[in-house]
């Protein structure tokens, strides 16, 4: 007769497998988030060297006087500076780190934007950012940019031509506050209520991951998350706030 109680051991080997398969889902995110940062940086980094070519081609060309060619060549060497800048920055933020550090999440912040600048260029964003001059924490770098960016993505994705993104950090007593505001359609009601389950999502290209994702760093830093959303005509919109101990989480 087989026994009506589960071994101790079975409930061990189902909590690994459950484990390993929130593991496996935060990396596919990374690897999916990886993508569209390279598809950004793509984007800046063609139109540095379109420009670089434009700019040897001005300074080779006959004709050129030499104070107007030493002008081609001194603008090619800041575009040059620009596409390291771009590519450095991209790299440091895909690399996965191990072990939290002081980070200035006002500088993390900026370049989440610079990162998305395109994006924003062309659906001509109005972008507001109010913050602390400096705002250090001890938090996982590479982590938080991956909150910051999934936060702006949907933002960028959710607000109309011409439309308003406010980004703001700030400390407050002991905590970091970071806040993402959108003038966005707002979020649906329909998924409010599981807004932060994996696998749930309003886009048809979305994968449900990303919110789920953010809830986890945040809450992994000893933080919090919490939203505001209105699909109010005229007044819709959405904000996420972030709060972060400045202390490493225990």
Known sequence: MDSPFVSSGSFEDEGQKLKAFEENLRRYHQLALAGRLVGATMHEVNNRLAALTNLIFLARSSGQSEPQRTEYLNEADLQLRSLAEITTRSLTFI?????????????????????????????????????????????NKGEIFQVLTNLLLNSLDAVPHSGNLHVRVAIRSLNAIITVAD????????????????????????????????????????????????????????????????????
């Open 95 to 139: 690399r996965v780190d191990a072990e939290s550090k002081e980070v200035d999440l006002v500088d993390l912040a900026t370049s989440a934007l610079k990162l998305h600048r395109e994006q924003i260029a062309k659906k001509r964003i109005n972008v507001q950012t109010r913050s602390s001059d400096i705002a250090r924490a001890c938090v």
């Open 183 to 250: 003038n966005g359609s707002g979020i649906p009601r329909s998924i409010q209520n599981t807004l932060f389950d994996s696998f749930k999502s309003n886009k048809s290209e979305g994968n449900g991951l990303g919110l789920w994702i953010v809830r986890e760093i945040v809450q992994g830093h000893g933080g919090a998350i919490r939203y505001r959303t209105s699909n109010r005509q005229n007044k819709s919109g959405t904000v996420f706030r972030i709060v972060l101990p400045i202390q490493r989480a225990s």
